[in-house]
């Protein structure tokens, strides 16, 4: 059972298993019946979208290849198999919104970093489980699919290694999207039931015990807001104003700067 709070962090028989995995793949149908085939908003052009089926069979191919690849380096005398093993109990712990299979794979005091922390890394097990649920509870039907052909992995003469992994985020935007600090505080991007598919990059950072200590998720913030519809289209004369309002705080941090 997925689980937010500060028990994320205490040591845990796993709940993660091959079996339980192959079980939650079989049942990935969250957007049945909902999806559209093309996806614009504000956007200047359209895009069609991936089906479920296709998501599928993407995240699918994906596994199989990487693990040709992981056999490749075997061979080569580099048994990295565990990185197989790691990426499986990820994608099930954002399956099956679980992360304490998460907190099996991360280190306690592991950093992550997002557009929506402003900047600032978030520190910690709990931090990055508020983070997970800010986008669970927005997008209630989210799923993260990884693309084919489309991941690098470097492995160091010391233990560690990194990862870069692009995928396609898909859901329906239903509710408000804390931003930091993820709490009652927070302010949010209000959801309007916008259906999103967005690409995006994770980065992983490994130690030399295989467990994920930094990691970093990059996506468009403006290709986000336009398809969503909160941001205006780019010829429109909505979004030249909200860009000419911005010149009055650009001049005034250029005078700040050339103030001695």
Same mark, same amino acid.
């Given at each position: 059972?997925?689980?937010?709070?500060?028990?994320?962090?205490?040591?845990?028989?796993?709940?993660?298993?091959?079996?339980?995995?192959?079980?939650?793949?079989?049942?990935?149908?969250?957007?049945?019946?909902?999806?559209?085939?093309?996806?614009?908003?504000?956007?200047?052009?359209?895009?069609?979208?991936?089906?479920?089926?296709?998501?599928?069979?993407?995240?699918?191919?994906?596994?199989?290849?990487?693990?040709?690849?992981?056999?490749?380096?075997?061979?080569?005398?580099?048994?990295?198999?565990?990185?197989?093993?790691?990426?499986?109990?990820?994608?099930?712990?954002?399956?099956?919104?679980?992360?304490?299979?998460?907190?099996?794979?991360?280190?306690?005091?592991?950093?992550?970093?997002?557009?929506?922390?402003?900047?600032?890394?978030?520190?910690?097990?709990?931090?990055?489980?508020?983070?997970?649920?800010?986008?669970?509870?927005?997008?209630?039907?989210?799923?993260?699919?990884?693309?084919?052909?489309?991941?690098?992995?470097?492995?160091? #003469?010391?233990?560690? /290694?990194? $990862?870069?992994?692009?995928?396609?985020?898909?859901?329906? %935007? &239903? =509710?408000?999207? *804390? @931003? +930091?600090?993820?709490?009652?505080?927070?302010?949010?991007? #209000?959801?309007?039931? /916008?259906? $999103?598919?967005?690409?995006?990059?994770?980065?992983?950072? %490994? &130690? =030399?015990?295989? *467990? @994920? +200590?930094?990691?970093?998720?990059?996506?468009?913030?403006?290709?986000?807001?336009?398809?969503?519809?909160?941001?205006?289209?780019?010829?429109?004369?909505?979004?030249?104003?909200?860009?000419?309002?911005?010149?009055?705080?650009?001049?005034?941090?250029?005078?700040?700067?050339?103030?001695?």
């Amino acid at each position: 059972m997925a689980s937010r709070s500060s028990t994320a962090t205490e040591a845990r028989s796993s709940n993660y298993s091959e079996e339980k995995l192959e079980r939650a793949l079989e049942r990935h149908t969250m957007l049945k019946g909902r999806a559209p085939q093309i996806v614009r908003g504000n956007r200047s052009q359209a895009e069609r979208v991936y089906s479920e089926d296709e998501l599928n069979a993407n995240a699918k191919t994906w596994f199989r290849e990487f693990e040709t690849q992981l056999e490749f380096y075997a061979k080569l005398g580099h048994d990295v198999s565990w990185v197989l093993d790691w990426t499986k109990k990820w994608w099930y712990s954002w399956l099956v919104r679980d992360m304490e299979v998460a907190a099996e794979i991360c280190t306690a005091d592991m950093t992550y970093k997002d557009p929506v922390c402003f900047g600032k890394p978030l520190v910690g097990l709990d931090e990055f489980v508020a983070y997970n649920f800010a986008f669970f509870d927005a997008i209630p039907d989210l799923r993260y699919d990884p693309l084919p052909g489309q991941s690098f992995l470097q492995i160091n #003469p010391d233990g560690t /290694a990194q $990862m870069m992994v692009r995928y396609i985020g898909t859901g329906h %935007w &239903d =509710a408000p999207l *804390k @931003l +930091y600090p993820f709490d009652k505080t927070a302010p949010a991007l #209000p959801g309007n039931g /916008a259906f $999103m598919q967005c690409s995006a990059v994770d980065r992983y950072y %490994w &130690d =030399a015990d295989h *467990k @994920l +200590y930094h990691g970093e998720t990059l996506w468009d913030g403006f290709d986000v807001m336009q398809m969503s519809g909160i941001f205006p289209k780019a010829e429109s004369l909505q979004f030249k104003l909200l860009m000419n309002g911005l010149k009055v705080p650009s001049a005034a941090a250029r005078l700040r700067r050339l103030l001695p």
